[in-house]
């Protein structure tokens, strides 16, 4: 099960800011959020990941609040092509040792408008 | 540049017939390789992951096999399909730690089971 929440979907003008938020309320200390996003009929694409300090690079900028609870990805200039599902996944443990996935729930999709 | 290619796109196979997917990454050595599914209205699903040659790491009980015959190429088979097998399956390679580094996702194989 995902241990994420987001919306279903969300719209956005061509040109603002989409921000896009998703709860991850029992997230524990050493997990990273990330965030992944796939365009229709292809591949996710990674986009950010941080763990407590927000990060920021050429496609997004992410924040997390102080008591990681929550972030939002931020899509400053939203384009047609940003068009797509954005997963917010956090890194979990599945068994005992090291190893560690990827849950990935259903994403919030993102419709840019013109 | 590291590169990955996945084929076929699409394919529609008959319900008892085999299948072979075939995965391979450029430009890197040693990855980790995955395999994961996106059944319809589903998240993904990590079917197998692989962190070397011959070394194979199974997540769900079914009716699939991975193979990993060299450094760079990752397989994906089945004897005998079933209708429940369709879906968007996904390749996926990372370096260093398979569980925290960033994936790089091919184009998908979209498989439809009739």
């Known amino acids: 099960d995902a241990k994420t929440t987001q919306p279903t979907s969300m719209d956005c003008a061509e040109g603002r800011a989409a921000n896009l938020p998703c709860n991850h309320s029992t997230i524990s200390g050493n997990e990273y959020v990330y965030w992944y996003r796939q365009i229709h009929s292809q591949g996710p694409q990674y986009i950010i990941h941080g763990l407590k300090n927000n990060e920021t690079n050429e496609m997004a900028s992410l924040i997390i609040t102080e008591d990681r609870k929550s972030s939002t990805l931020i899509l400053p200039h939203a384009t047609l092509r940003d068009t797509a599902v954005y997963y917010c996944?956090?890194?979990?443990?599945?068994?005992?040792?090291?190893?560690?996935?990827?849950?990935w729930g259903l994403g919030t999709s993102l419709a840019v408008n013109p | 540049s590291q590169t990955i290619h996945q084929w076929p796109a699409t394919l529609v196979q008959p319900v008892g017939s085999p299948l072979s997917l075939e995965c391979t990454v450029e430009?890197?050595?040693?990855?980790?390789l995955y395999w994961y599914r996106q059944a319809a209205g589903r998240g993904l699903q990590l079917l197998f992951y692989?962190?070397?040659?011959?070394?194979i790491s199974s997540e769900v009980p079914q009716n699939l096999s991975a193979s990993r015959p060299q450094d760079r190429q990752f397989i994906l088979s089945s004897k005998k399909l079933l209708l429940s097998d369709s879906g968007f399956y996904l390749c996926?390679?990372?370096?260093?730690?398979?569980?925290?580094?960033?994936?790089?996702f091919g184009s998908g194989t979209r498989l439809t089971v009739v």
């Open positions: 996944i956090v890194r979990v443990s599945f068994n005992a040792g090291n190893n560690r996935k990827l849950i």
């Open positions: 692989s962190v070397g040659i011959g070394q």
């Open positions: 996926a390679w990372s370096v260093g730690d398979p569980w925290g580094a960033s994936y790089t």
């Open positions: 430009g890197t050595s040693n990855p980790n």
